[in-house]
Antibody, heavy 121, light 108 residues
Framework: EVQLVESGGGVVRPGGSLRLSCAGS????????MTWVRQAPGKGLEWVSG????????GYADSVKGRFTISRENAKNSLYLQMDGLRADDTALYHC??????????????WGQGTLVTVSS | DIQMTQSPSSLSASVGDRVTITCRAS??????LNWYQQKPGRAPNLLVY???SLQSGVPSRFSGSGSGTDFTLTISSLQPEDFATYYC??????????FGQGTKLEIK
């Protein structure tokens, strides 16, 4: 079964750091670009960051640029999001998602269930 | 960055109704436009890609159209399982994708 499973969420104080992980299984992980998308409680989807198949190209939303770092370790079928300088408005459920260029550019065809990050003092 | 604006933000409709949701891009994105459905407590699910292509397994009552800056998602005859929130997403700017704010479809 093709699936993505996130971990690493939790409660952190403002200004703190957290590292999220996403484990892929059931597919050839290094064939795909990957993405992080977040959803604040009761709000819509927000694209956060993306990384190409070999980690050589990354992109960030303006809201997280300079604070978050996306990376991947293909040998471990894993995607990461290092989050520093966390703020209250970073509180959200963070999903990882697979980009499937075989369908169309930027299409997110497989999603994890998410890991919850709460930033609070 | 490309901004995506959906309308309406919410919509009440009945089973069997025909429903249309609109998505507008702040600049031309050709047909780099995808639609997702999200039900409460669930991850989003891909419905339509490249503006008008139906993802495998998605019922044919769903359809998408448009190009440039204006796009629509149409459900031809609403079913009970279609009540959910719908999001458009532009994939024109590589690794700088953005979503619309969502349209919540509720039962009238």
């Amino acid at each position: 079964e093709v699936q993505l499973v996130e971990s690493g969420g939790g409660v952190v104080r403002p200004g703190g750091s957290l590292r999220l992980s996403c484990a892929g299984s059931g597919f050839q992980f290094d064939d795909y670009d990957m993405t992080w998308v977040r959803q604040a409680p009761g709000k819509g989807l927000e694209w956060v960051s993306g990384i190409n198949w070999n980690g050589g190209s990354t992109g960030y939303a303006d809201s997280v640029k300079g604070r978050f770092t996306i990376s991947r370790e293909n040998a471990k079928n894993s995607l990461y999001l290092q989050m520093d300088g966390l703020r209250a408005d970073d509180t959200a459920l963070y999903h990882c998602a697979r980009e499937n260029e075989g369908i169309a550019p930027g299409v997110l065809d497989i999603w994890g269930q998410g890991t919850l990050v709460t930033v609070s003092s | 960055d490309i901004q995506m604006t959906q309308s309406p933000s919410s919509l009440s409709a009945s089973v069997g109704d025909r429903v249309t949701i609109t998505c507008r891009a702040s600049q031309s994105i050709s047909t780099f436009l995808n639609w997702y459905q999200q039900k409460p407590g669930r991850a989003p699910n891909l419905l339509v890609y490249a503006a008008s292509s139906l993802q495998s397994g998605v019922p044919s009552r769903f359809s998408g159209s448009g190009s440039g800056t204006d796009f629509t998602l149409t459900i031809s005859s609403l079913q009970p399982e279609d009540f959910a929130t719908y999001y458009c997403q532009q994939s024109y700017s590589s690794a700088l994708y953005t979503f619309g704010q969502g349209t919540k479809l509720e039962i009238k």
